[in-house]
């Protein structure tokens, strides 16, 4: 168990930056996700840390000690690979205890570990099988169960779940969760699945171009998106970004109509500015107090949950999420109103701008 | 929910556009491009259309004749005929000479003696003492070639295993290297042989190196010790680049991620080699162990070339034999050479489904 220090950290494959100089530290027992598009070096940056990469820049310290130079053998991780890299000569058994035979450890001791961890995997039955012989979702425990063996300073998974299936990823997404909660720990967790990143996360980092965007709980970069980017990631379906400007005292415009209330400041006066609301914020309403005024193009209806997407005057693009089941039909002309409280403004440069509104919901 | 749409989006695109993108393009590719090109193949185009004229009424008519079904055999008669003539004929033949004595060159001037000329090869007085063998060249050609093997075989895996390891590593110039230990094997066998002869032979290159330095000339083709030593290094000098290849083949096919699994479980790089490397190439290792057992059992041409068997008979292989009482004795004994061959044949014959088998267990 132990915390990590990443300083400064870059790495560059010839001309091509990866990393372009990454600061983060993550405190003892902490779940940690990377989250972010691919090759924005989120699996870099989990090799770095691991030690199978080497840094072309900057610091890793690994509970006080500055482990940059150290090669993986040596740092005390354990990594779950996407691939699983299980060995195929070896039995189950035989995965989970190499680890510790390379640690010295004491062939009882091994053994009870090996038993402890198989039993919480469900996996005591499969003991004396080859990895060929075992399903994706029981290889994928056997990955996980080679990790917890060695009771190392900090798990890395490297998308684990996304050579699962859809059904097997949400009930082992759950499983890891309990794990975390069982034993602890200090895990970080790449991958590019917001769903995986929001329910295990106690912080996620999201990155982006080998930079990091933002860190913080799971719903803080829900409701609080530091930039454009965040806010477009996060959240499924995205949040609606609307092209808006600011008129000469300050009040936000869409589509050329001053946004009732809603002054984001005289200094932004003149610019263009994008408009952020989530699909869960925009709502149905009276005509006369209508924000906007769509015409639905296509209706899901899921249930428990009705999305429409629909489009008004100079190509407003709307995604709607609505409670329940809604009556409503292709070719609809609703007007909408967005929730004043729930309004993200972000400036030309994509920063987010704090709203001239009444205070927001505490974060 | 979203977990599964989102991956679902990742990878479906890949596998749509390769799909799309193999049709169309056979279709559309010789359009713009095809003008120039096909001028440029004329002849080529003319003459395979000449070719075509000219066999395919026949090939039509014997279509017609034997049905579309039994086509693929036309096809291969030719081959088939080459190889009756030149291999099954041959070992028919050979078992003739084999059951027949005397000097005759045709098998049907020569009498019929049954066995003799096996029980004469087979009657020893111990197998494991050459001299007491009524043919002692049969079986010191034996006991040499199975001293040859075996040194052979141990010096030419772990040479090649080392060398696959060495270049498998990113070293710089591995292209280089690898090429390198290659070359050897392009050579003809006697041209390998006829290099070394000049570097070791009493007045050859390493022995004025040794004269140079101070040192006294060692008259290496006179030790029986040396000669069998040289023997063995010009042997693995010559193919440990073919087997390298095999090696490193399987090398490359092992799964990088599975040496990041181990450096992860802190494994040192001996225990990586040992409990990861070698089980994982162990089923290219046994088929380079057989067919370096086949070759050496075969040994012949650079060995021959190298020492002509000397001193003496102490680097006298089996094929020497046979190749020297069939061809180079001034009496010609054809019978005992054909049934020493039969013999040797015998053993390859069961070495090779050997090979077949690791190869097959590998391929499963």
Redesign the interface.
């Known amino acids: 168990m132990a915390g990590l220090e990443l300083r400064a950290i870059r790495k560059d494959y010839g001309p091509v930056a990866v990393l372009k100089g990454v600061d983060l530290s993550i405190a003892d027992g902490e779940f940690v996700v990377f989250v972010g598009p691919?090759g924005c070096g989120k699996s870099t940056l989990l090799r770095v840390i691991?030690?199978?990469e080497t840094v072309t820049g900057g610091a890793v310290t690994i509970d006080g000690q500055d482990v940059t130079r150290v090669?993986?053998?040596?740092r005390?991780?354990?990594?779950v690979?996407q691939?699983y890299?299980?060995?195929?000569?070896m039995s189950v058994y035989d995965n989970m205890a190499?680890?510790l035979e390379?640690?010295g450890v004491a062939k009882p001791e091994i053994d009870a570990r090996v038993r402890r961890a198989a039993a919480m995997l469900r996996l005591t039955d499969y003991l004396a099988r080859k990895p060929g012989a075992l399903s994706g979702g029981q290889r994928q425990r056997v990955a996980i169960g080679?990790a917890i063996v060695?009771d190392p300073k900090i798990f890395l998974f490297d998308e684990p779940?996304?050579n699962l299936d859809?059904e097997l990823?949400?009930a082992t997404?759950k499983e890891l969760a309990a794990l975390h909660a069982e034993i602890g720990g200090t895990m970080i967790y790449v991958t590019?699945?917001?769903?995986?990143a929001m329910t295990l996360a106690d912080r996620i980092v999201v990155l982006n171009g080998g930079r990091i965007e933002q860190v913080g709980r799971p719903l803080d970069l829900y409701n609080e998106p530091a930039n454009l980017f965040v806010a477009g990631f996060i959240g499924?379906p995205r949040m609606n970004l609307l092209p808006a400007g600011v008129d000469a005292v300050g009040a936000l415009t869409l589509a050329g109509r001053a946004l009732a209330g809603v002054t984001p400041g005289a200094q932004l006066a003149g610019e263009a500015v994008t408009l952020g609301v989530r699909p869960e914020h925009v709502g149905l309403c009276a005509a006369p107090e209508a924000d906007a005024t769509v015409a639905v193009d296509l209706v899901e209806q899921l249930g428990g949950e009705t999305f429409l997407y629909a489009s008004g005057q100079a190509d407003l693009k709307l995604t709607i999420r609505l409670d329940g089941q809604v009556g409503v039909g292709r070719g609809d002309i609703l007007p909408v109103r967005f929730d004043r409280a729930r309004l993200h403004v972000f400036d030309a440069a994509g920063r987010a701008r704090p709203l001239g509104l009444a205070p927001r919901s505490p974060a | 929910m979203t977990a599964n749409h989102r991956n679902a989006g990742t990878t479906r695109p890949a596998a749509h556009r390769n799909r799309q993108h193999r049709s169309p393009e056979p279709m559309t590719s010789p359009a713009p491009s095809a003008a120039p090109v096909r001028a440029r193949f004329a002849p080529f185009e003319r003459l395979g259309l000449a070719l075509v004229r000219l066999f395919d009424p026949p090939m039509r008519a014997v279509q017609r004749l034997v049905g579309v079904g039994r086509m693929p055999y036309v096809f291969l008669l030719p081959n088939a005929l080459f190889f009756g003539v030149f291999v099954f004929l041959p070992i028919g033949i050979n078992i003739v000479f084999s059951v027949t004595g005397g000097t005759a060159l045709f098998p049907s001037q020569r009498p019929y003696v049954g066995g003799q000329q096996y029980a004469y090869l087979l009657d020893c007085g111990s197998y494991l003492e050459p001299a007491t063998c009524r043919e002692d060249h049969f079986w010191r050609g034996v006991a040499n070639t199975l001293k040859f093997t075996i040194f052979q075989m141990i010096a030419m895996v772990l040479f090649s295993l080392a060398a696959a390891l060495v270049l498998n590593r990113p070293i710089r110039g591995r292209g280089f290297f690898r090429a390198v230990f290659f070359f050897p094997v392009l050579l003809s066998p006697v041209v390998v042989a006829l290099i070394w002869k000049w570097i070791l032979q009493r007045d050859g290159l390493l022995n004025a190196v040794l004269t140079t330095a101070g040192g006294e000339k060692i008259l290496f083709f006179v030790d029986p010790g040396w000669a069998m030593f040289w023997s063995v290094f010009v042997s693995v000098w010559a193919h440990m680049g073919f087997y390298t290849l095999i090696l490193l083949a399987g090398l490359q096919a092992i799964p990088r991620d599975i040496y990041e699994a181990a450096e992860m479980d802190g494994t040192r790089p001996w225990r990586t080699l040992v409990r990861i490397t070698l089980p994982l190439l162990w089923p290219n290792l046994l088929v380079v162990l057989v067919l370096v057992l086949i070759r050496s059992v075969q040994v012949f041409d650079e060995v021959f070339v190298l020492t002509g068997g000397g001193p003496g008979t102490a680097t006298m292989m089996i094929v020497q034999y046979i190749y020297t009482t069939a061809f180079a004795n001034q009496v010609q004994n054809f019978g005992l050479a054909a049934a020493a061959s039969v013999l040797l044949g015998l053993v390859l014959f069961g070495l090779t489904l050997l090979q077949l088998y690791f190869t097959r267990r590998k391929a499963a």
């Open positions: 691919s691991a030690g199978l090669p993986a053998s040596d005390g991780l354990a990594m690979f691939s890299a299980l060995y195929p000569h190499f680890a390379n640690m080679r060695r779940l996304s859809a990823r949400v997404r590019h699945d917001q769903v995986e499924s």
